[in-house]
């Protein structure tokens, strides 16, 4: 994931941001580099590879000065090459980026027509030419890239420096998270407080929509709306920098805020921006010969499966048998050697997946694992291990490991499609910009947090919970009542919404709120008259859904979720946000342990 460092200094900057890179190594990058303003003049230096290349390319062709901005970067969109390493500069302005622009093209197709010419393959470098261009019209660089960020839609964190401003950088937060440093006379910014550590523990954390005007003096930060706000001074020690929670109380809370995030570097690892086109290179799994997929897992990967089952049947066409990892070699289920079975497992360690995929190995054409740590067992002894490159989770109950699983199993299922036939080169490329545009829904949907809160007070005292969805948020009802269990301890149960008069509305009374997923599709209206079965019989409704389903749906719910609008492919993915937040603030408001529930590990590695 990529690192964002900032210095205005006393002293050469350089080298202090490349050991600050150093620091951010833990993310993943491909490529690095540093600018600095020497007198007022602009310098970089890009390099392919570890730091060592950008390192040794220093000691070659040093640059000077006490202002400067570096990067290490995972590449989204454009190959890992020196052209599309950051900093990126047009004009006077250069640029370093964490996460995705998701308006780039129209940006760039507007800014091209007005005669600007674009060196690499990003979508950071439109942010550059968008702010150099304001600055020619006469913006001053502070105003320009306000200008700019009211232009740009997306997942993003970014740093600004500016030629002939030794004394100023801008930083901005819309989705990925951003940190700045104070110092004595000195101002820093990083990804995140581990950056910044040997510089300074005074750190305030950006908030969602912030951006801030950095001098050596001190930071001015203003929201999303324009407006000067104030945001808390934090002195961190080490330690806790070591495993920082940021600005938020427990580490489920940053987490679930990282999605954005992460699951834009999901995608640049297995989507081709350029293209549309999901990276088959990425991959390496053939499903055109398969006669069916297995999918095997546990708990909420177990989850993340249900989801990928609509996903391969609908798109590929190809069916799709489902395993709890703990009853799969148990039940001896019949291999032909023609399937794909595929193993989720965030921790790679999982001892009930684990010895499934022991189980299947030899017997069946692929074993491929979903995983978020690429050295564990589970990878290791697999024939194909996708990364899920959600970063390092640390909450016992999983999150963004969720969503990045979510967003691998989505671009398997649509390479699987064009494999086996089932949809044409349009087909997958409107799938793709479906996929590309969930970091942006993501941040969207966390607009919803302040909602969920209030009505978390009253829910908390409940005994009974239901959850009910149609279609793939089915599954999203299950993991959402699991993780209302996991954390806040009430019993809490997920059911198919058809399924309700088949047994579970016996339960219904004005003390079991029923909590329904419903974006507006093709099967709102079925999920809304099941609603109303609920409501005749006093039952509380919370209904999650997006601005037309809820102008539809009227105002006889107890609460009413708004969510962004968004394709129906990644509905999924977007509506984990909401079920995550309700049992998030309902623990708060019970007092449970958030990031450590009583009686369950991150990792079981037992049977």
């Given at each position: 994931?990529?690192?964002?460092?900032?210095i205005?200094?006393?002293?050469?900057?350089?080298?202090i941001?490349?050991?600050a890179?150093?620091?951010?190594e833990?993310?993943?990058?491909?490529?690095?580099g540093i600018?600095?303003?020497n007198?007022?003049h602009m310098?970089?230096?890009?390099a392919?590879g570890?730091?060592?290349?950008?390192?040794?390319?220093?000691v070659?062709?040093p640059?000077?000065?006490?202002?400067?901005?570096?990067?290490t970067?995972?590449?989204?969109h454009?190959?890992?090459?020196?052209?599309?390493?950051?900093?990126?500069?047009?004009g006077?302005?250069?640029?370093?980026?964490n996460?995705?622009?998701?308006?780039?093209r129209e940006?760039?197709d507007?800014?091209?027509?007005e005669?600007?010419?674009f060196a690499?393959?990003t979508?950071?470098e439109?942010v550059?030419?968008?702010?150099?261009?304001?600055?020619?019209?006469g913006?001053a660089?502070?105003?320009a890239?306000?200008a700019?960020l009211s232009?740009l839609?997306?997942a993003?964190?970014?740093?600004f420096l500016?030629?002939?401003?030794?004394?100023?950088?801008?930083?901005?937060r819309a989705g990925?998270?951003l940190a700045?440093?104070?110092?004595?006379?000195?101002?820093f910014?990083?990804?995140?407080?581990l950056?910044?550590?040997?510089?300074t523990?005074?750190?305030?954390?950006?908030?969602?929509?912030d951006?801030?005007?950095?001098?050596?003096?001190?930071?001015v930060?203003?929201?999303?709306?324009?407006?000067r706000?104030?945001r808390?001074?934090?002195t961190?020690s080490?330690?806790?920098?070591?495993?920082?929670?940021g600005?938020?109380k427990?580490?489920?809370?940053?987490e679930?805020?990282?999605q954005?995030?992460?699951v834009?570097?999901?995608?640049?690892?297995y989507?081709?921006?350029?293209r549309?086109?999901?990276a088959?290179?990425?991959?390496?799994?053939?499903?055109?010969r398969?006669?069916r997929?297995?999918?095997v897992?546990?708990?909420?990967?177990?989850?993340a499966?249900?989801v990928?089952k609509y996903?391969?049947e609908?798109?590929?066409?190809v069916?799709?048998?489902?395993?709890?990892?703990?009853?799969?070699?148990?039940?001896?289920?019949v291999?032909?050697?023609?399937?794909?079975?595929?193993?989720?497992?965030?921790?790679?360690?999982?001892a009930?997946?684990l010895?499934?995929?022991r189980h299947a190995?030899g017997?069946?054409?692929?074993?491929?694992?979903?995983?978020?740590v690429?050295e564990?067992s589970?990878?290791?002894?697999s024939d194909?291990a996708l990364p899920?490159l959600?970063?390092?989770e640390i909450?016992?109950?999983?999150?963004k490991?969720?969503t990045c699983?979510l967003?691998v199993l989505?671009s398997?299922?649509?390479l699987a499609?064009?494999q086996?036939?089932t949809?044409?080169?349009?087909?997958?490329q409107?799938l793709?910009?479906?996929?590309s545009?969930a970091?942006?829904?993501l941040?969207r949907?966390?607009?919803?947090?302040a909602d969920?809160?209030?009505?978390s007070?009253?829910?908390?005292r409940?005994?009974?919970?239901?959850?009910?969805?149609?279609?793939?948020?089915?599954?999203?009802?299950?993991?959402?009542?699991l993780?209302?269990k996991?954390l806040?301890y009430i019993?809490a149960e997920?059911?198919?919404?058809?399924?309700l008069?088949?047994?579970?509305?016996?339960?219904?009374?004005e003390d079991?709120?029923v909590i329904?997923?419903?974006p507006?599709?093709?099967?709102?209206?079925?999920?809304v008259?099941?609603?109303?079965?609920?409501?005749?019989?006093?039952?509380?409704?919370?209904l999650?859904t997006?601005?037309?389903?809820?102008?539809?749906?009227?105002?006889?719910?107890?609460a009413t979720l708004?969510?962004?609008?968004?394709?129906?492919f990644i509905?999924?993915l977007?509506?984990?946000?909401?079920a995550?937040?309700?049992?998030y603030y309902?623990?708060?408001a019970?007092?449970?342990d958030?990031?450590?529930?009583r009686?369950?590990?991150?990792s079981?590695?037992?049977?």
């Amino acid at each position: 994931m990529c690192g964002i460092v900032g210095i205005l200094g006393n002293h050469e900057v350089a080298p202090i941001i490349l050991d600050a890179l150093k620091r951010l190594e833990y993310r993943g990058y491909d490529s690095a580099g540093i600018a600095t303003l020497n007198h007022g003049h602009m310098e970089s230096r890009r390099a392919v590879g570890k730091l060592a290349a950008l390192s040794d390319l220093l000691v070659q062709s040093p640059i000077r000065g006490h202002s400067g901005i570096g990067h290490t970067r995972w590449a989204t969109h454009g190959a890992p090459t020196e052209i599309n390493a950051h900093p990126h500069r047009a004009g006077s302005v250069a640029v370093v980026h964490n996460g995705i622009i998701e308006n780039f093209r129209e940006i760039r197709d507007e800014l091209a027509a007005e005669g600007r010419s674009f060196a690499s393959e990003t979508d950071t470098e439109v942010v550059a030419q968008l702010a150099a261009h304001y600055i020619d019209r006469g913006l001053a660089p502070g105003d320009a890239a306000a200008a700019t960020l009211s232009r740009l839609e997306g997942a993003f964190a970014l740093c600004f420096l500016f030629e002939g401003e030794e004394d100023l950088m801008v930083a901005a937060r819309a989705g990925s998270p951003l940190a700045i440093g104070h110092g004595d006379g000195e101002m820093f910014v990083g990804s995140d407080a581990l950056a910044l550590a040997p510089m300074t523990n005074r750190v305030t954390y950006l908030q969602e929509g912030d951006y801030a005007i950095i001098r050596r003096g001190g930071a001015v930060i203003h929201d999303a709306a324009g407006n000067r706000v104030t945001r808390e001074m934090k002195t961190v020690s080490i330690d806790t920098v070591l495993v920082d929670k940021g600005n938020h109380k427990h580490f489920m809370a940053k987490e679930i805020h990282e999605q954005p995030t992460v699951v834009a570097y999901a995608l640049g690892h297995y989507i081709d921006q350029a293209r549309n086109l999901v990276a088959e290179a990425a991959m390496n799994v053939d499903f055109s010969r398969a006669d069916r997929i297995v999918l095997v897992a546990c708990g909420t990967g177990h989850y993340a499966c249900h989801v990928a089952k609509y996903w391969f049947e609908q798109v590929a066409r190809v069916p799709v048998e489902i395993d709890i990892a703990s009853e799969f070699r148990y039940r001896d289920p019949v291999l032909t050697g023609r399937e794909v079975a595929i193993f989720v497992s965030q921790s790679g360690e999982t001892a009930d997946t684990l010895a499934a995929l022991r189980h299947a190995r030899g017997r069946v054409g692929r074993a491929v694992s979903v995983v978020n740590v690429p050295e564990s067992s589970i990878a290791r002894e697999s024939d194909v291990a996708l990364p899920i490159l959600a970063g390092a989770e640390i909450s016992v109950a999983s999150t963004k490991a969720f969503t990045c699983q979510l967003t691998v199993l989505a671009s398997l299922a649509i390479l699987a499609g064009r494999q086996r036939g089932t949809i044409d080169t349009a087909g997958e490329q409107e799938l793709v910009r479906a996929l590309s545009s969930a970091p942006g829904a993501l941040a969207r949907a966390l607009a919803i947090e302040a909602d969920i809160a209030p009505f978390s007070m009253e829910l908390a005292r409940a005994r009974d919970v239901l959850f009910l969805g149609r279609g793939s948020m089915y599954p999203l009802a299950l993991e959402g009542a699991l993780k209302l269990k996991e954390l806040s301890y009430i019993h809490a149960e997920g059911y198919a919404s058809g399924e309700l008069k088949h047994g579970p509305i016996a339960l219904i009374d004005e003390d079991v709120p029923v909590i329904v997923l419903a974006p507006r599709d093709a099967l709102f209206e079925k999920t809304v008259s099941n609603m109303q079965e609920v409501m005749a019989r006093g039952g509380r409704i919370v209904l999650v859904t997006d601005a037309e389903g809820a102008r539809q749906a009227g105002n006889e719910a107890w609460a009413t979720l708004v969510m962004p609008d968004v394709h129906p492919f990644i509905a999924p993915l977007v509506y984990a946000v909401p079920a995550q937040l309700i049992a998030y603030y309902s623990a708060m408001a019970k007092g449970t342990d958030v990031d450590q529930p009583r009686n369950l590990a991150k990792s079981v590695t037992v049977e």
